[in-house]
C-alpha cells in the first residue's frame, strides 16, 4: 500500500498526474481499501495508463441539482473491473463484473456518498414526526441497475428510511408521479437518460416529484458535501426502515392519467391512426404502448428493440434526437405504411419523431418542431372547446426555456397567451408549476396539498382559469415536454399520447403533420433552428470547454464595427455575472450561459452541457409570414442558408480558441 502511495506521488511530482488526482487516489485508497479499488489503480499504475488515471480521478464527481451522472464503464476497463467475464464477451461490448473505480466515476463509494447526504437531508425533514422518512427508488435499463438499486436500498434502509421500490425497470416520469402520489419525501432515479451505454446517473427528486431547486437543492448538497467517508453506521434494527416493492397496478394508475392528456376522443375516426413506437431498449414501452393501444391507436413496436438491454445493441447510440436511432423504426414505418414513428429514451423522459410527409416520405422532425405542434394544437383545441376563451386565457401560460425555438412565442401570442422562458432545465419548469399550484391553493376554498394532488387533469385545469394559473404545455428544444402538473419532469409517455392525438387530427383532416406545420408557418414566419456541439471529454476536455467559455465570455461582443457573419451584435445577455429577470418579474439563477442577439434578428447561444463533456450551441432564425407555398420554400432556403453561414462563422472562431 505505501509503495503504491509513494508511486501515485511520484507520477504526481513528474506532472504525469495531475494534482487533483493525487489527491482524489490518495484519499479513496485510504478511505477504502478494498481488493477492486486496490487492484485497478495498482494495474493502471503498473501500466503507466496515466491519462486513464487522470480520466478517473481528475475530479470529485460532483452531486448537484440533477444528482450525480459518470461512467460506469471506464474508457480501459481492468482486468479486476472485468471479473469473471469472458474474452469474448468482453469485445462484444458487455458489462464488466464490476462498475469503474473512480472519483470521477459512477461506482457504489460515489453512490454511498450521495445516499448518505440525501437520508440526512429527508431525516431532518422529519424531525418531530413519528413517521420513518419515506423514498421512491426506481431505475432504467442500464448496466448494474440491480446492483446499485439494491445498493442504494440497504443504506437507506439501514439508516432508517423506507423505500418504495419498483419491481423492474420504469421510466423517470413514473418516479416522478409515484413521489406525488405517494407523498414521499425524495426520489432517485438510476439513469443517465439518452447518455451512451457506458453511464449512469443518481437523479434527484424533492417531495414535489421535481428535481432538486433553489434552497433545498443546498441544502441537499451540503449534506452531501458533509459526509466524510463511503463507510455507514448501521441504525439498531427496530430503528432501522424496509423495502417495499410497489404493486404492478401502480402502472394502470399512472396510465389513466396520462390518458386525460386526450383533448379528443380519437376512437370515434373511420381509421385509426398507425404508431410505430420503439422504446430504445428502455422504458418506454412499459407505459406508453399499452396506453396508445387503449385510446384506439394501432401500434406496432420494433421487435429488435424491445428488449431491455443496458448496451443498446442496435443503436449507437440510445438517444431518440439523432437519425439513425430511429432507423429501424422508419424502415418499419416504410415497410407497413405507418403514418408516425416515435422513439423514447432509455428513461422515457424524450422523445423522437419522424412523420410521413405530403410527398408520402418519413421526415425527422426537430424537438422544437414537436414542441410546437403540440403546443398549437392544444390552444387550437382548447380555444375550439371553449376551455380557454377570452374571459379566462389571462389565466393561461406556456412555459419553455430561452434556448426553445421563438416560434412557441409566436404562437402563443397569436392565441393571446402569455409565455414564460426559463433557464435550460426541466427543474425550472417544474418550480413554476410549483407557484401555480401555491398560489391556487391560497385562493381555493377546500383543497390542500394533498386534496390537489387527487384531482384529476380537467379538474385542475377548471381550478386553474378560474383561481390561478393554468399551465397549458411547457418544453425545451432538448425533445422534452409536459402536458400536466401530475408529473413534474419532462415525461416521454405523456408526449407520445399528445403528439399521437395531433397525428390523429392531421389525418382526420386529410393532412400530414408536415402539412400542420407548413400551416402555422404561412400564418406566423418560418422559424428554423440549429444546434451543434463540441465533445471534449476527460480531464483535458472539461478545462478546454472551461477556458472556451471564459473566452467568450471575456469578449467585448458589442465592441465598434465587430460583426459576427456580417452582422452587427445589438444584445448580449451574460446569464453568468449579471442579472436576468424573467416575464413574471423573477430573479433568475445564475447559469452558465451567453445569449447573443445580432441586428438581423438572428441569434445564438453557448453554454457547456450540464450532463454531456459537450459545449453546446444554440442558432436561431426566422422569416416573415408568407402568401403562398413557392414564397415558404424560398424563404426556408434563405433561412437555412443564414444558419449554415452563422455557424461556419461560429465554427471557424471556436478554433482561434
Known amino acids: 500500500m505505501d509503495y503504491l502511495l509513494d508511486t501515485i506521488q511520484q507520477a504526481g511530482d513528474s506532472q504525469e498526474l495531475l494534482p487533483t488526482s493525487v489527491e482524489n487516489i490518495t484519499k479513496i485508497i485510504l478511505d477504502n481499501p478494498d481488493e477492486l479499488t486496490i487492484a485497478s489503480i495498482q494495474e493502471l499504475v503498473n501500466q503507466k ?11 470529485k464527481i460532483t452531486f448537484g441539482t440533477g444528482g450525480l451522472r459518470g461512467r460506469t464503464i471506464a474508457h480501459s476497463t481492468t482486468k479486476a473491473e472485468w471479473g469473471v467475464v469472458t474474452a469474448a464477451a468482453q469485445e462484444e461490448r458487455i458489462c464488466p463484473q464490476f462498475p469503474a473505480v473512480g472519483s470521477a466515476c459512477f461506482n457504489t463509494y460515489n453512490l454511498s456518498l450521495a445516499m448518505q447526504g440525501l437520508v440526512a437531508y429527508v431525516n431532518e425533514l422529519k424531525q418531530g414526526s413519528t413517521a420513518k422518512p419515506k ?20 443504506v437507506a434502509t439501514q439508516l432508517g428510511c423506507d423505500i418504495l421500490g419498483f419491481q423492474g425497470a420504469r421510466s423517470t416520469p413514473q418516479v416522478s408521479f409515484a413521489v406525488r402520489y405517494f407523498n414521499a419525501d425524495a426520489g432517485i432515479v438510476l439513469t443517465a437518460s439518452h447518455n451512451p ?7 434527484v427528486y424533492q417531495n414535489d416529484g421535481s428535481q432538486l431547486a433553489g434552497a433545498i437543492a443546498s441544502t441537499v448538497m451540503q449534506a452531501v458535501s458533509e ?10 434494527e427496530p430503528r432501522q426502515g424496509e423495502l417495499v416493492i410497489i404493486p404492478e397496478n401502480f402502472d394502470v394508475i399512472y396510465q389513466d392519467a396520462l390518458k386525460e392528456l386526450l383533448l379528443r376522443d380519437i376512437s370515434q375516426q373511420q381509421s385509426s391512426t398507425k404508431v410505430v413506437f420503439t422504446n430504445l431498449h428502455g422504458t418506454g414501452g412499459v407505459i406508453s404502448v399499452p396506453v396508445l393501444k387503449k385510446l384506439g391507436f394501432e401500434v406496432l413496436t420494433v421487435t429488435e428493440q424491445d428488449e431491455q438491454h443496458g448496451a443498446f445493441p442496435t443503436v449507437i447510440s440510445p438517444n431518440p434526437e439523432n437519425a439513425p436511432a430511429l432507423a429501424m423504426g422508419i424502415a418499419l414505418a416504410q415497410q407497413e405504411q405507418a403514418d408516425i414513428v416515435i422513439g423514447t429514451d432509455p428513461d422515457a423522459d424524450r422523445m423522437g419523431v419522424a412523420v410521413r410527409n405530403s410527398a408520402g416520405e418519413m421526415q425527422l422532425l426537430t424537438g422544437n418542431q414537436i414542441g410546437s405542434l403540440m403546443l398549437w394544437y392544444r390552444l387550437e383545441t382548447l380555444q375550439e372547446q371553449g376551455v380557454l376563451n377570452d374571459s379566462n386565457k389571462a389565466n393561461a401560460k406556456i412555459v419553455k426555456t430561452f434556448v426553445t425555438t421563438d416560434l412557441q412565442q409566436a404562437i402563443a401570442q397569436s392565441y ?8 435550460t432545465g ?10 401555480y399550484e401555491q398560489q391556487l391553493l391560497l385562493n381555493h376554498d377546500t383543497w ?29 428544444e432538448s425533445y422534452g415536454y409536459l402536458g400536466a402538473d401530475f408529473v413534474r419532469d419532462k415525461d416521454a409517455n405523456g408526449a407520445v399520447v399528445m403528439l399521437a392525438e395531433v397525428a390523429a387530427y392531421a389525418q382526420s383532416q386529410g393532412k400530414t403533420m408536415t402539412d400542420l406545420l407548413d400551416h402555422i408557418y404561412t400564418e406566423l414566419g418560418y422559424y428554423l433552428e440549429r444546434g451543434e456541439s463540441t465533445v471534449l471529454e476527460g480531464a483535458q476536455g472539461a478545462k478546454q470547454i472551461q477556458q472556451l467559455m471564459q473566452a467568450y465570455q471575456q469578449r467585448d461582443w458589442k465592441q465598434v464595427g465587430y460583426l459576427v457573419d456580417g452582422s452587427a451584435v445589438a444584445k448580449v445577455q451574460d446569464f453568468a455575472t449579471t442579472k436576468q429577470y424573467d416575464e413574471e418579474g423573477e430573479l433568475l439563477a445564475k447559469e452558465n450561459m451567453l445569449i447573443i442577439k445580432l441586428e438581423d434578428g438572428r441569434r445564438f447561444a453557448i453554454r457547456p452541457s450540464g450532463t454531456e463533456p459537450k459545449i453546446k450551441y444554440y442558432l436561431f432564425a426566422q422569416g416573415q409570414p408568407t402568401h403562398s407555398h413557392e414564397d415558404l420554400q424560398l424563404s426556408k432556403e434563405t433561412i437555412a442558408n443564414s444558419l449554415e453561414s452563422l455557424w461556419q462563422w461560429l465554427a471557424e472562431d471556436q478554433k482561434t480558441k
Not at 495508463?49 to 475530479?59: A, G, I, P, T, V
Not at 423514498?135 to 440497504?154: A, C, K, N, P, V
Not at 451505454?197 to 437523479?203: I, Q, R, S, T, V
Not at 385545469?461 to 394559473?469: S, Y
Open 49 to 59: 495508463n496515466w491519462q486513464e488515471l487522470n480520466n478517473r480521478f481528475f475530479k
Open 135 to 154: 423514498i421512491i427508488i426506481g431505475h432504467d435499463t442500464r448496466f448494474f441497475h440491480q446492483e446499485f438499486f439494491d445498493f442504494l436500498s440497504t
Open 197 to 203: 451505454y457506458h453511464d449512469n446517473g443518481f437523479k
Open 227 to 236: 459526509v466524510q467517508s463511503n463507510q455507514w453506521k448501521p441504525l439498531p
Open 416 to 423: 393571446g397567451i402569455e409565455i414564460v422562458n426559463t433557464l
Open 426 to 435: 426541466f427543474k425550472y419548469i417544474a418550480a413554476k408549476l410549483a407557484k
Open 448 to 476: 390542500d396539498q394533498d386534496s390537489y394532488r387527487q384531482q384529476g387533469v380537467i379538474e385542475q385545469r377548471q381550478a386553474h382559469l378560474e383561481q390561478g394559473t393554468f399551465f397549458v404545455f411547457g418544453g425545451e
